[in-house]
Structure formats: C-alpha cells, structure tokens
C-alpha cells in the first residue's frame, strides 16, 4: 500500500499551488480522501475531504472559497488545488485513505512566503 504526495514547494502570498497524492495496493475507488495539513508545533487538522464516488466533499473553513479536493478513480488519485495561498497555508500536507482501514502518506511541505 502506497500514498505519494507530490505537488508542494515554496509560493508568494496569493499564489497557487496543486497537490496530488496518488494511490496504489488497494481499492481506492473505496476509500473515503483527505488531505490534513500540520504546521510547526501545532496538531494535524483537517483540511478537506472527499467522498468514495466523488460526489460528497466538506472543507475546513479556513479553506473554503480557496482549496478545492477533486479525485480521479481511474487514476487513483486525490488532488488539492490551493489558490490566493497565505502564509497560515504553510505546513505539511498528508492524504490519508479511509475505509475499514486507514492509510497515510509521507506528507509533502508547503510554505507560503515572500
């Protein structure tokens, strides 16, 4: 089972940024797909979530209006798109696969400065 999350690096304030995270060794199309983040000394939260079919997504509301989860289950794979990015957006970003078992990524870094 594998989680790879690619996509982050460092962006200027309002910029944008695309995560993906994709999935092999189980039924991804199955799982329930969030992306947590976890910024320096402070707790992993989560940041969105998105449905087995893709019709059901959710968002913290620190993100609402700016982040977008989408998935593809012929690709298996789960992407955040991250607009008019802010420096609070800085943290390490985790896709974690759910169902009757639960999946993590490594976590790729995303920091927000200029």
């Known amino acids: 089972v594998q989680l790879v999350e690619s996509g982050g690096g460092l962006v200027q304030p309002g910029g944008s940024l695309r995560l993906s995270c994709a999935a092999s060794?189980?039924?991804?199309?199955?799982?329930?797909m969030t992306w947590y983040r976890q910024a320096p000394g402070k707790e992993r939260e989560l940041v969105a979530v998105?449905?087995?079919?893709?019709?059901?997504?959710n968002y913290a509301d620190s993100v609402k209006g700016r982040f977008t989860i989408s998935r593809d289950n012929v690709k298996n794979t789960v992407y955040l798109q991250m607009n008019s990015l802010k420096p609070e957006d800085t943290a390490v970003y985790y896709c974690?696969?759910?169902?009757?078992?639960?999946?993590w990524g490594q976590g790729t870094q995303v920091t927000v400065s200029s």
């Open positions: 974690n696969a759910r169902w009757y078992k639960n999946y």
């Open positions: 060794g189980f039924t991804f199309s199955r799982y329930t």
């Open positions: 998105i449905s087995s079919a893709g019709d059901s997504t």
